[in-house]
């Protein structure tokens, strides 16, 4: 790891910025949904935000990604559009979705976010397709597959590796381990204390990294991702992380761990990367607020616009289940 | 376990698990998240039985969906008797083969050597902004699957009682439980209910409502704005959809002459073509009318409110078509 | 290729991927054993492809059906036009989650940003006394899936022209290839055949027979023999059963007054329910009797020959219910 | 591999014994379909007669196993009664399954032989429910799980591995490598050089063995058996071997590697064991051509009994549907 790309101060203070847009893009959604104005199944991702931070500082607009119902923060790191995404969340015609796919079906072609699923394992054998195409169109385009460490049990996760592998695909597949599946912890799904020792048998690289440390999360992710740039094949990388939000918004949390828990809120990534760019001298205490005074703004600006659109027309559901519009 | 019998379609099943577990030490239950570390259950159906009857009875299974069916088939075959739970029906998806090839199938390939007396529990349902991976109906499939039983209570009592029978049944069954009922309290009389009758859930001359599930409760509450109208709408709640108690339902057919079915699937090659076209061919000539079908809309379902209160059946779009049928 | 206009159903569908192929670099192969490594495909129906288009354009998969469906998705998403095999019918229980929860939604959930133009190609039909697990049809669970077309040609000039069709199509389709007409030749014109457009395969004034696949041929059969007893039979080929004709159906049922729907799946819950509804809900007090349904027997496919023979639908049946129905 | 328990004489010559009935059968089947006296689908063993033998060696009568379609000589050194076996093939109403099975579901609860399947890598979450089971019944009883180097890339594969593991289930996981999977080699299904490697990713002991020689699959099986009564868990064992009938009866075999096929053919493990028990004293040539002599009569016998035993009845289309008879 000590041989790994380590990120330079502008990537650190983007990586930042990014974290920073999924951290308080979070905590509105808990408001407004606390105070009863969104209502939907919210998945947070409170604590994982420098995993695809880190990650998406190594991918281009046009590189694909898919990911899950806990996966705003993949796509924010890969540059989704807030209006489009409140517009969604509040289930209205300006969605991106036009208010149909909601939460959990995120989509937006135009940064590459291609597929979000609810359906656990289903994200990696869609992204192995996406690298299939990425391969042929021979653009050097990478395909990063999004997903828990639960899901790394289901069969979906075998088969696309394995076929990822064989077919030398530009895919990376990300584990985010954030320790539990729902209510299920990690030593309670598996034997294994890694889900990366299973890389090898699909002959492809494997690795643990702390997934909250951004040094290590863009030097693993920088690796893969210049080696299926390269047309050299699939990696993964598993990524340790915790969810502080637990499951699903709304749980007791019981199930949890306690000193598990308390541990992983000491490291919360997020103050300690922010100390880190000020002890280095990345940023001023002042460049830092107003980073975040920026993003605040934004989001006040598509969370008003995205309450101001109409809801869709019933119209809808005759509409995009085909090209053309049933009758 | 509480003794009053007031109990909600969740302490219900719960309690139906209980006690077949305590009565037949052969009854075993697993699938994701249903032991008491993990909460038994992410609505609580299975709370306290890992910790009564021991988590070699009782397990929490990785997200493994095809291991979960096919080690309760094999289980089955082996001599116990488990009830296995796919959280929720659209998941059902990724264990079909083993329910379909294997579990409704042993028996026949077996030339009735071995048997697969397993319960799938699964619940579904619209009406909570889900999206369209959460909340479809798909009964239709499995009934089109010989080999395969399907039950969907409407309410406490019959939850209870249909667990029972279907924990009894040496075949496989497939248990509905519609998730915005749960907790809907009710009587419950802990008496069986035995599979393939339906109930007549309210009395009526002049046509007949078919129902299960969500479209029970709706039918009743149809049924009660067109007596205001003079229309005495006869409410049957199917309780079994495979087999389905053709004898109720052409008896009430008979005395009515008009008939409407009525699910949450969508609309087309759902349960409802099926049940039509026996009522056809078996009355025509004493019928007034074709039997007719309300389902959801043919669409994945939507996010948005408005949207997803469209897309699925109702007591005004029942009422509605009973109008419509009175002439 | 061949130049000549006669053609087996391996041939025409043969020759329909090689021209597709041909036209548009975007359309793709996929799935066990279609290299010509491995001969084309395990009827041979891939023969070719590998060595003319080249193994990226042509994969043959190791045993991995959700990967090659998830692969066909993600490739179909990020622009590509997949044409994916799942070997056999029944195998496709295995990806039900990929087809159903994702290739048949995706388009909606976005909004319609993205869409599937995938086809899967699967063979089914008994006859060759394979058993319970290889002579499924199951194209009820996809008509009765928003997002689905499927298709069934009955003949090569059919194969040919509904693949044309089917690849063009910018959703996804289910291409149902019946095994034991693999075999017997017709004329190909090459041309395309749209989706969702019936043909009257033999007129007749007495009653209407709705077949697809195995039951065309049957239907005309049965015809011939009607003939004799001055029963005039026509005989529709539905061709698609997602869409389906409903004018065509409906237009001959009310010439004839009298419908049988005829298909190899069981009975119970088949396609013959919604399209019997259908015609009894449109043509009531035009019909001479309510629309009939001739299936399967309610079992899993036997293996001994006189099982599989009692099993099925066959030419004798269907004449013996229309004699019955001209009373 | 040293350290493994070598089989004693006795041992080795009952391997020889059920290998060679294992062989006479096949080679017969062989003779009755190029006879066109047995009609079916048959997926001969030749060449893998030692894996089963050896494996059956450390086996009793009530260890459960499944199998697959290539299944025959597992069936047969689980000691599968040859007449209900013959009687099957000739889909007889005296057959094992009554002859609604046929040659790819043959069943025998009796001698443990719980489940055979069509369904590439089903064998292996059933197995781990019948590990379950064995487990629950406390008698150290073990469950066995064959299945083929093709099934070792389908997600059942990888869930099941998992599940047993986690569960420390009585169950031996046993990949017969045969090198090819239908038409597809070894090699172009994956990445990896063998299979067993993947153990570690489910935390349980995996081995890769000649399972043609008799010594190394008796030793690894018998140390994955004791190990899996004591109540240790899984193994996986991976047993190299090849198949000298192809895929399926009839294929042409072109696809084969051809200096790999001569290999395996000078390799043939039959003729192998037969030397090494005459040349080691362990039987003379007279006591085997005895031994031979008798399994020809008890297949002579076999067949006849069949072929003169009437076919099943059509009523058998309602019976074992369901535990009740379908009116
Ligand atoms: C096939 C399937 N099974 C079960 C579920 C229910 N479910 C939703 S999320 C989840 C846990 C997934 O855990 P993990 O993969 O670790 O991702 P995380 O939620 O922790 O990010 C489960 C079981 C599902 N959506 N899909
Ligand atoms: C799920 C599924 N996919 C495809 C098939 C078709 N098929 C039957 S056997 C086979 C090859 C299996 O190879 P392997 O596992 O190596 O076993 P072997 O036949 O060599 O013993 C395939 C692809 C099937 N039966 N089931
Ligand atoms: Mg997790
Ligand atoms: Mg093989």
């Not at chain 1, 796509?75 to 796919?101: S, V, Y």
């Not at chain 1, 990294?209 to 693993?220: F, K, Q, R, S, T």
Request: hydrophobic share 40%.
């Amino acid at each position: 790891m000590s041989n790994y790309p380590k990120p330079d101060n502008e990537t650190l203070l983007e990586i930042y910025r990014t974290a920073n847009l999924i951290k308080q893009n979070d905590e509105r959604i808990i408001k407004l949904m606390m105070a009863g104005k969104l209502v939907m199944p919210y998945y947070s991702p409170r604590g994982q935000e420098i995993i695809p931070s880190a990650v998406s500082a190594s991918l281009e607009d046009d590189d694909y990604i898919c990911t899950i119902y806990r996966g705003l923060h993949d796509m924010l790191a890969k540059g989704f559009p807030l209006d489009e995404m409140w517009a969604e969340l509040a289930g209205r015609e300006t969605g991106t979705c036009k208010g149909k796919g909601g939460p959990m079906h995120l989509t937006c072609p135009e940064r590459g976010m291609m597929v979000t699923t609810g359906i656990v394992g289903s994200s990696m054998p869609i992204a192995t397709g996406l690298g299939w195409a990425a391969k042929l169109d021979g653009k050097n385009r990478v395909s990063v597959a999004n997903f828990g460490d639960g899901a790394a049990n289901i069969g979906a996760f075998h088969e696309s590796l394995n076929m990822a592998a064989l077919y030398e695909l530009p895919v990376i597949f990300i584990c985010q381990n954030n320790r539990y599946a729902e209510h299920t912890s990690f030593d309670d799904s598996s034997k294994v204390e890694t889900i990366s020792i299973r890389a090898e048998g699909y002959g492809m690289p494997g690795v643990t990294v702390n997934g909250n440390d951004p040094d290590e999360m863009y030097g693993a992710a920088k690796v893969a991702i210049d080696r299926a740039r390269a047309g050299e094949g699939p990696t993964l990388i598993e990524a340790t992380t915790f969810r502080f939000n637990g499951h699903l918004l709304g749980e007791s949390g019981a199930y949890m761990d306690k000193d598990l828990y308390a541990q992983a809120q000491a490291d919360d990534p997020m103050p300690i990367l922010r100390k880190r760019l000020v002890d280095e001298g990345i940023a001023s205490e002042d460049e830092i607020a107003a980073i975040e005074a920026d993003i605040t703004a934004r989001i006040d600006a598509a969370q008003k616009a995205a309450f101001d659109a109409p809801f869709p027309d019933v119209i809808e559901l005759k509409r995009d289940v085909y090209a053309e519009e049933i009758d | 376990m509480t003794d009053t019998n007031k109990m909600d379609m969740i302490g219900a099943i719960n309690a139906a698990l209980h006690d077949a577990m305590t009565e037949d030490e052969t009854v075993l239950v697993l699938g994701e998240e249903v032991g008491d570390k993990q909460e038994g259950g992410v609505m609580g159906v299975t709370k306290g039985l890992s910790t009564k009857f021991g988590t070699d009875r009782v397990k929490s299974t990785p997200i493994s969906e095809q291991a979960i069916i096919g080690a309760a088939i094999g289980a089955a075959v082996g001599g116990y008797k488990p009830v296995a739970e796919i959280m929720l029906m659209n998941f059902i998806a990724v264990p079909m083969d083993m329910i379909f090839n294997h579990a409704a199938k042993l028996r026949f390939m077996s030339g009735g050597q071995t048997n697969v007396p397993i319960v799938i529990r699964t619940m579904t349902g619209s009406g909570f902004s889900t999206g369209g991976q959460h909340s479809d109906y798909l009964e239709a499939w499995f009934a089109h699957t010989p080999g395969m039983k399907v039950v969907a209570p409407s309410n406490p009592d019959d939850a209870y009682g249909l667990m029972r029978s279907a924990i009894d049944d040496p075949d496989p069954v497939l248990f509905i439980e519609h998730l915005p009922s749960y907790w809907t309290p009710g009587e419950v009389t802990k008496q069986r209910i035995p599979i393939g009758k339906a109930r007549v859930a309210r009395e009526g001359t002049d046509i007949t409502l078919v129902g299960h599930s969500l479209t029970v409760g709706q039918g009743l509450a149809a049924a009660e704005e067109l007596a205001k109208d003079g229309i005495s709408m006869e409410v049957i709640d199917l309780r079994s959809i495979a087999p389905w108690d053709k004898e109720a339902v052409l008896s009430s057919a008979r005395k009515t002459g008009r008939v409407i079915v009525a699910h949450e699937a969508v609309k087309e090659h759902g349960i409802g073509a099926e049940i039509a076209s026996v009522v056809n061919e078996n009355l025509w000539g004493e019928l007034k009318g074709p039997a007719r079908r309300i389902g959801s809309a043919f669409c994945p379902v939507p996010f948005s409110k408005p949207l997803e209160e469209a897309f699925a059946p109702n007591a005004a779009k029942i009422g509605a078509m009973a109008k419509d049928m009175m002439g």
